[in-house]
């Protein structure tokens, strides 16, 4: 089983700060993709990354897949409150499902 | 468009009983696939369906079982309910496969075993 790391695992910061979240795996992935979660709601898919060094942004959110096509990040600029939920990477070896990561947990205070 | 339904939201069963949940998925999906999302373990992958066929499968006992009819629609079925199966169920669709082209997610049937 392809075990996702992600951290941190609790993230809560101020309107307006930065930050990054990372995703580690010790396996390779075809593609990874990031999805938000909102309390009593599915993930909802932000971005899917299939190239080693991919980088691609979002608006505030700049996602980027390792070389080695290992580990991924989010980075998110000047955080909002409706930024809030939780942040899932997700792998895939190319076979038909995906692997989770722990997720991480952000709060955004107004 | 229509997003991915589940049904029920809420469900609360006693231990020993079975339980079926049901999805139907984005029109024009024909990948179907069910999580189970708890705190402890997060999302976990119970099995895939593509055309009416078991494509994929996780690592869950046999008491966890599914099935897609011929409308893409598809059902999971618990048996011997355990207080451990407590969880939210999530459905997701993708149009060939979750590889290229990503999940869309239902809002999820939360499991109550007492």
């Known amino acids: 089983t392809q075990l996702l790391e992600q951290s941190p695992q609790f993230l809560s910061i101020q309107e307006g700060e930065n930050l990054t979240v990372y995703c580690n795996s010790s396996?390779?992935?075809?593609?990874l993709q990031w999805y938000r979660q909102e309390p009593g709601e599915g993930p909802v898919l932000l971005v899917t990354?299939?190239?080693?060094?991919e980088v691609k942004k979002l608006k505030r959110l700049t996602f980027q897949f390792g070389d080695a096509r290992k580990d991924s990040s989010l980075h998110i600029t000047a955080a909002q409150p409706g930024d809030t939920g939780l942040y899932l990477c997700a792998g895939s070896t190319g076979a038909n499902n995906l692997f989770f990561g722990t997720g991480t947990r952000l709060t955004v205070i107004p | 468009k229509a997003g991915v339904t589940q049904t029920p939201r809420y469900l609360i069963k006693t231990r020993g009983q079975q339980v079926t949940l049901s999805c139907s998925p984005i029109s024009g999906h024909r990948s179907v696939s069910w999580y189970q999302q708890t705190p402890g373990q997060g999302l976990q992958f119970l099995f895939e369906?593509?055309?009416?066929?078991?494509?994929n499968k996780g690592n869950f006992p046999g008491r966890f079982s599914g099935r897609q009819f011929s409308n893409s629609r598809s059902e999971m079925n618990v048996s011997t309910l355990e207080l451990g199966d407590s969880a939210l169920y999530l459905c997701?669709?993708?149009?060939?496969?979750?590889?290229?082209?990503?999940?869309?997610f239902g809002s999820g049937t939360r499991l109550t075993v007492v």
């Open positions: 369906y593509f055309s009416e066929t078991q494509r």
């Open positions: 396996s390779v992935f075809s593609s």
């Open positions: 997701a669709s993708s149009l060939l496969n979750a590889f290229s082209y990503g999940y869309t």
């Open positions: 990354v299939v190239t080693g060094g």
